[in-house]
């Protein structure tokens, strides 16, 4: 075992002795030259080949580095050489402050960090085999499934059968075998066992190799008896995945043998002129570039054209087949002259491919938009075998530890992020549970599944957020983290009891989307100047007003990204912390530790802080602190439930602040609400109903009869709208207003008053959303409308 050392060369040393240890063959100082021509120096060079995996690992000891700044920096270059000489394994030492401050960066250049530590505790650990390791004496030939695990066992794998792994894309995929070595970093072997078959095709191995990539396996094996098609070994040598012979009396070895002359060839638009295979013929022009950005994309993949390309082989080749016609499959490809995935897409839908190109993001929008998962929902289910009668603590043993019940409910949420969802509804009724997705703010049923399972999937969700799996009776709350398609997902869940049973509500929160800014959540170019003028005061109260969903989480994050960090200290109490911020202090809000957003912004007010954020208004004693904070030098955003600006001054009125205090503390009060946006892929003119033409009419002065509608499409499913924005009202609390307040003006005076400022109301910038075709007057009517408003 090497011994504790702090020596950058000795360092080296110890690890040089622990990979030795290890059965590799270490060179130290070693040099190598790259692909590019250059020499590389590694401290520490190693290799290994046990008869499965030929492995490299490159290590090296960064001290002397000053900062951050300079460890990414060096972190950086190291990958870069490791590149150039096509290392894979690559690892190093750095002192213990930056290690901890470098980690994502280093995983984001697959390089493993240690510090001087847990770099001793690697060689602590009495996992070190022989020197002598053992190899194969036949490499990659075995007499069956059993001899191929003992040997592998032998040599120093842990192996799993049946393994499931998660892919990069968030997909789950079944490996026969799982074989896996540990040390400086995990190495894993994939293998898939192909018995009963005669003869192993060019698509058995684009599949595996679909799925091996999304799975980040490192070595990729596939072990047969059978003949592989000479165009699937020459695939598999391609993409380096090696061959395991299972021996059996009738027939000692395998032999490739020439496929029968299919139809499977290929047209690529454009192709490499020195890499276009014999078959390859007409070159087809570039599309247009479309005035609707993803719009043929998206909408024209055809169902038979989907049923021939599995979703794993889309992602890995980022291509999406759009339809068939005849023997030709025509396929959106970003890289359309990669001849490896033509090949392999061909092989496995038995079609000619006809390659054209696409834009990357449009095609990965396109491929979450049409490989929709719910026929895998139902599969799964139907091996959940939950009785009805089960009992709570069997129920809570099935619902932990029951895999299709977990990737079930996995595909479910998957599903929802892949529809842009806010939440999932969970709805049980007599004969069925009911799955529904709020999109754009209306619910949409996507699923219906079988009431048989409905307590074996609360149950799941229940223990997700540590929740009481035997309470029925009592409406409960929690929340849980999960990665969905590669996205960090925080959800919120709600549950609560009716008559059919328990039903549940998820609200997603994609940490993966980015922070909006102020100018491009809808406000017009005055409510904009005159909303950021109010967010330059020192100190005072400014509310956003909005019934749930309104987005006004939305809008003050949006504020507060606009604020300066590094001179003033900005402190937020929210119920949850929904996006986390760079240089903010965040606290959240929980009951059990006794945080409210009462005791929260009471402890703030004692942390010295120059703007404070509450999450919500909801009580007397939140209202009337935050008050106080205004008064006392601190700018104050929070949001309250109200109908439109004026109605949050009675709100706190009703509260119990006094108006005197409200005249001396408020800014002003933003008042929204999120109306759908027009789907540009279907919109059309169509004549309106009178009600909404007078509308119209009252807020623009524009006699109008016509406007723009969305007809229904597969982009928007058939709603007629798609995505959301908003629509503001933003009232500034001038003096006259203080006033007439404090004389108990009433609520149509004040907004009046309001109106005579400059005010633009919800209704009217609603409106004006319509005159530019961004949503309908339907749309304005059914979220802006006020029982003031008269036609």
């Known amino acids: 075992m090497p011994a504790a050392t702090t020596d950058s060369n000795n360092i080296a040393a110890n690890m040089a002795v622990y990979l030795r240890g290890q059965g590799y063959t270490v060179t130290e100082q070693a040099v190598l030259k790259g692909r590019s021509g250059l020499e590389h120096t590694f401290d520490v060079l190693a290799r290994r080949n046990d008869g499965f995996a030929d492995r490299a690992i490159a290590f090296t000891v960064l001290s002397d580095l000053p900062d951050r700044a300079a460890a990414e920096s060096a972190i950086f270059a190291f990958a870069n050489k490791t590149y150039d000489t096509g290392i894979s394994e690559r690892v190093v030492v750095l002192p213990t402050h930056l290690a901890k401050q470098v980690q994502e960066f280093a995983e984001s250049q697959k390089v493993q960090i240690f510090d001087q530590a847990s770099l001793q505790g690697l060689f602590n650990q009495n996992q070190v085999p022989p020197a002598e390791t053992p190899v194969l004496d036949q490499p990659l030939k075995f007499a069956d499934k059993a001899e191929l695990i003992a040997s592998l066992k032998k040599t120093g794998y842990k192996v799993e059968e049946h393994a499931v792994l998660s892919g990069r894309s968030g997909v789950q995929h079944t490996f026969d075998l799982i074989a896996r070595q540990n040390g400086t970093q995990?190495?894993?072997?994939?293998?898939?066992?192909f018995e009963n078959t005669q003869l192993i095709n060019m698509e058995d191995i684009a599949v595996f190799e679909a799925k091996a990539y999304d799975a980040r396996i490192s070595a990729k094996f596939i072990a047969t008896s059978a003949n592989l098609s000479d165009e699937a070994a020459k695939f598999a040598e391609s993409q380096k995945i090696s061959i395991i012979e299972l021996t059996r009396p009738d027939k000692p070895e395998i032999k490739k043998i020439a496929a029968k002359p299919q139809a499977n060839t290929f047209q690529s638009t454009p192709a490499?002129?020195?890499?276009?295979?014999?078959?390859?013929?007409?070159?087809?022009?570039k599309p247009k570039a479309s005035n609707k950005p993803g719009a043929e994309l998206r909408?024209?993949?055809?169902?038979?054209?989907?049923?021939?390309?599995?979703?794993?082989?889309?992602?890995?080749?980022?291509?999406?087949?759009?339809?068939v016609n005849g023997n030709i499959l025509e396929i959106a490809m970003v890289n359309p002259s990669d001849i490896m995935a033509l090949?392999?897409?061909?092989?496995?839908?038995?079609?000619?491919?006809?390659?054209?190109?696409?834009?990357?993001?449009?095609?990965?929008?396109?491929?979450?938009?049409?490989?929709?998962?719910?026929?895998?929902v139902d599969k799964f289910l139907s091996r959940v075998s939950i009785s009805a009668e089960a009992t709570d603590e069997s129920l809570a043993m099935s619902a932990a530890i029951d895999a299709p019940l977990a990737q079930a409910l996995n595909l479910i949420i998957e599903e929802s992020v892949k529809a842009r969802a806010s939440d999932i509804h969970l709805e049980p009724d007599e004969e069925r549970l009911r799955v529904r997705f709020r999109i754009d703010g209306a619910l949409q049923e996507m699923m219906s599944l079988p009431i048989s399972v409905q307590r074996a999937i609360i149950s799941r969700i229940k223990i997700l957020s540590s929740l009481n799996i035997a309470d029925h009776h009592h409406p409960q709350d929690g929340q849980f983290s999960t990665v969905s398609g590669g996205r960090n997902i925080d959800i919120r869940v709600a549950t609560a009891p009716t008559v059919h049973g328990e039903m549940s509500v998820l609200r997603i929160l994609d940490k993966s989307r980015g922070l909006m800014q102020l100018p491009h959540l809808g406000f017009n170019e005055a409510s904009l100047a005159k909303f950021e003028n109010m967010l330059k005061v020192p100190y005072g109260m400014l509310l956003v007003s909005g019934p749930t969903g309104a987005g006004k989480t939305t809008t003050l994050y949006a504020a507060l990204s606009t604020m300066d960090?590094?001179?003033?200290?900005?402190i937020t109490i929210e119920d949850p912390a929904e996006y986390r911020f760079k240089d903010i202090n965040q606290i959240q809000v929980n009951v059990q530790a006794g945080i409210t957003f009462a005791s929260g912004l009471r402890s703030i007010l004692r942390l010295d802080p120059d703007v404070i954020m509450v999450g919500e208004i909801r009580d007397a004693e939140t209202a009337n602190i935050g008050v106080q904070a205004a008064l006392t030098g601190h700018l104050m955003l929070s949001s309250i439930h109200a109908n439109d600006t004026v109605g949050v001054l009675y709100r706190l009125i009703d509260l119990g602040v006094e108006p005197f205090l409200i005249a001396s503390a408020v800014i002003g009060i933003v008042a929204q609400r999120m109306v759908r946006r027009i789907c540009p892929y279907c919109n059309h003119q169509v004549e309106a109903p009178v009600v909404e033409q007078v509308a119209y009419e009252r807020e623009t002065g524009e006699k109008k009869t016509k406007f723009t509608y969305g007809t229904g499409c597969k982009s928007?499913?058939?709603?007629?709208?798609?995505?959301?924005?908003?629509?503001?009202?933003?009232?500034?609390?001038?003096e006259t207003m203080k006033r007439m307040l404090l004389e108990g003006a009433?609520?149509?005076?004040?907004?009046?008053q309001s109106i005579k400022e400059g005010m633009v109301t919800m209704m009217k910038d609603g409106m004006l959303k319509v005159q530019e075709g961004i949503t309908t007057p339907s749309e304005v009517l059914r979220n802006a409308y006020s029982p003031e408003e008269k036609f």
Do not use: W
Not at 565 to 570: E, G, V
Not at 746 to 752: A, N, Y
């Open 299 to 323: 909408q024209s993949p055809t169902p038979e054209a989907l049923k021939l390309i599995p979703e794993v082989m889309a992602r890995r080749y980022n291509a999406i087949p759009v339809k």
């Open 272 to 285: 490499a002129p020195d890499e276009a295979p014999p078959s390859a013929s007409a070159l087809e022009p």
């Open 343 to 376: 090949e392999a897409l061909s092989a496995y839908s038995k079609r000619r491919v006809k390659a054209v190109p696409a834009d990357e993001n449009e095609l990965r929008e396109a491929i979450d938009f049409n490989y929709k998962g719910y026929g895998e």
């Open 565 to 570: 960090t590094k001179s003033r200290n900005i």
């Open 746 to 752: 009433t609520s149509v005076d004040l907004r009046t």
């Open 716 to 734: 928007c499913a058939y709603t007629g709208y798609m995505g959301r924005v908003g629509v503001y009202e933003i009232m500034y609390f001038s």
């Open 186 to 193: 995990e190495h894993n072997l994939g293998i898939d066992i």
